[in-house]
């Protein structure tokens, strides 16, 4: 019995051995068990599996990491909390917020380095217009949730945005939105 339904045998899924390995890892490490013990919910976002015809369903993997990442950050937000008191881990979310905002309040065309005009990076336009939503999320309160700021896409551009910036930034965001949940 498989843990996922997979994909067709014509089509690419997720390579259904390292999703099951990881799996197993990601139980020990989330009961304590052993050297997985230092697996966080930074380390599930940034997960990576290799891709196999017949593999496991992307969209039905993706949806299990995120719940485990979910799962994952209320572990280390209450076991911050125990440590720092709420005072200091809301202070430690509130800085993180602030750095962003900072990051998004720089003029449109020019939130993040560009790469060259040979080289393709994230479109410009596609990410101000999300940076956007994001400074009304911090600033004024708007709603957006955390499966919009992980699923988002942008489309790609000569010239575009740096993506290792963008999507550091990202998952900064990710993890204020998980830290005051």
């Not at 339904?5 to 899924?13: D, E, H, I, T, V």
């Not at 790469?115 to 336009?125: E, K, L, P, Q």
């Amino acid at each position: 019995m498989s843990t996922f339904p997979r994909a067709r045998k014509s089509k690419l899924g997720y390579d259904s051995e390292q999703v099951d390995e990881f799996l197993q890892s990601a139980r020990r490490a989330y009961d304590g068990d052993g050297a997985e013990a230092t697996l966080t919910a930074a380390d599930i976002r940034q997960l990576a599996f290799g891709m196999a015809k017949g593999g496991y369903s992307t969209t039905h993997v993706d949806a299990a990491l995120e719940r485990l990442e979910d799962a994952f950050s209320a572990r280390e937000r209450e076991q911050a909390r125990a440590v720092q008191g709420d005072a200091a881990w809301f202070e430690e979310a509130r800085t993180t917020a602030q750095v962003v905002v900072n990051r998004l309040d720089r003029p449109i065309g020019r939130r993040f380095d560009r790469v060259s005009v040979f080289t393709y990076g994230y479109n410009r336009a596609d990410v101000d217009r999300f940076a956007t939503r994001l400074v009304r999320y911090f600033q004024d309160a708007r709603p957006m949730s955390v499966d919009e700021v992980r699923t988002v896409t942008f489309r790609p551009q000569r010239g575009g945005y740096k993506e290792l910036q963008v999507d550091l930034l990202l998952d900064s965001v990710t993890d204020v939105m998980l830290a005051v949940r």
